[in-house]
């Protein structure tokens, strides 16, 4: 690009194109330096040149000097094998002044990666002139620090990739196990279905039961894409009977339940009053809750449901007979992501409830009692 004097860009940087060769006073960490401190540096100051591919200095080796760039691309890398560049410098920058100043071995590779010069300064030298130049020493201590913070920048980045892929790798494992129970009903019920001699009444029940656990798939991949979006999500809401709502959900949550030989104990019927809601998404409540319940009492157990009603909510509880909420997520329940305990936990069954419950105007929590299990609460605002 003639004329527009930025040619190169290296890691994401400009160099200017011309001149492309850096004399040591035009260095912005030596610009501060006084006249004779410049005089005394250009004295000590060698120049070396390597051809693209030659290594600088190698990992482990002894610190023996700083280096400037003053023409060319050097590169930093560092690791065993398949070698990761993490830095890339330019005329003008600095390398190699880690490992003079602590006088320990080389902690990176340094090597150029096109035709190089840089000028040296041997640590023996530089040693007792940083000593008298304070101009100098406050200089290289903001830059050590410039690169600590950009190390701790990167690898506090690869941290959070990895915290990441983690976390959407037991995501993944997880939603196949939540896909478990709603393919097994309909693997059963396909199988009832296609029995020689059922009654017609058994054959539509059985074609029921797999179009209901389709729309739950359907509806909990649609609820997980909302929810790892954070789109804000326009539910159906609207008022409903709650009462029969419940009776219906039941008798699907019994059948899930049973497999599993829980029990599910109505303490008293749902209050006739008016709800709004959205039946398809508060019944992911419902499955989420149940589906914890079950996985706390792996031998089976009973699982309470009772309700109440307020003058402006309506409150709904599950109890089951578990061990109760672990002390280590106690105070981490309902956030996205937290699990304890389980093989295949994401961590996200009670927020999407959270999430849903909330989406209705309705808050969730729970209450740990003495010698109960996990008794989990969630209220819904009255119709108007
Ligand atoms: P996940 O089930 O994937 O771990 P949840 O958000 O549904 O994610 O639950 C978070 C954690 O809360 C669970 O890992 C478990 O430790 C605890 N928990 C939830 N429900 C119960 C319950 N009924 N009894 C005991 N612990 C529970």
Redesign the pocket.
């Known amino acids: 690009m003639p004329g527009c004097g930025i040619s190169r860009l290296y890691a994401g940087r400009f160099f200017l194109e011309a001149p492309q060769v850096i004399t040591l006073e035009a260095i912005p960490l030596l610009r501060q330096l006084s006249r004779p401190e410049l005089q005394a540096l250009r004295f000590i100051a060698q120049e070396r040149r390597y051809a693209a591919g030659q290594e600088i200095f190698h990992e482990g080796t002894p610190g023996d000097g700083v280096y400037f760039v003053k023409d060319g691309l050097v590169e930093i890398s560092a690791g065993a094998g398949a070698r990761r560049v993490f830095s890339r410098l330019g005329p003008g920058e600095i390398f190699g002044e880690m490992a003079v100043i602590e006088h320990r071995p080389r902690s990176a590779t340094a090597s150029a990666a096109g035709a190089t010069e840089v000028y040296f300064l041997p640590r023996g030298e530089l040693l007792p002139f940083i000593e008298r130049s304070p101009g100098l020493a406050l200089a290289l201590l903001q830059q050590i620090s410039h690169r600590l913070r950009e190390f701790n920048q990167l690898h506090l980045r690869e941290i959070l990739e990895a915290e990441r892929l983690a976390a959407v790798g037991s995501f993944a494992r997880?939603i196949v196990h939540d896909l478990k129970n709603p393919l097994s009903i309909i693997g059963l019920s396909a199988e009832t279905f296609d029995m020689p001699g059922i009654s017609e009444e058994l054959r539509a029940r059985s074609q029921a039961r797999i179009r209901k656990q389709v729309e739950r798939i359907s509806d909990m991949v649609g609820d997980i894409l909302i929810f790892t979006e954070g789109k804000p999500t326009n539910t159906a809401i609207q008022a409903g009977d709650y009462r029969a709502f419940i009776l219906e959900l039941v008798a699907d949550l019994r059948a899930e339940a049973e497999i599993k030989s829980v029990r599910i104990e109505l303490e008293n019927v749902p209050p006739a009053t008016p709800v709004p809601f959205d039946p398809r998404r508060l019944s992911r409540v419902f499955h989420?809750l149940m589906h914890?319940?079950t996985?706390?009492m792996s031998g089976g157990g009973t699982v309470y449901l009772r309700f109440d009603a307020g003058e402006k909510e309506s409150v709904t509880e599950i109890e089951?007979t578990?061990?109760?909420?672990?002390p280590e997520?106690a105070g981490q329940?309902f956030q996205p992501f937290?699990?304890?305990?389980?093989a295949h936990?994401?961590?996200?069954?009670?927020?999407i409830c959270k999430k849903i419950v909330e989406d209705h105007g309705g808050r969730i929590w729970v209450r740990n009692e003495p010698n109960r299990?996990?008794i989990f609460c969630f209220a819904l605002p009255l119709a108007k």
């Open positions: 997880a989420n914890n319940a996985d706390a089951d578990g061990p109760g909420i672990a997520i329940l937290a699990t304890h305990g389980k936990g994401t961590g996200l069954g009670l927020s299990g996990a």
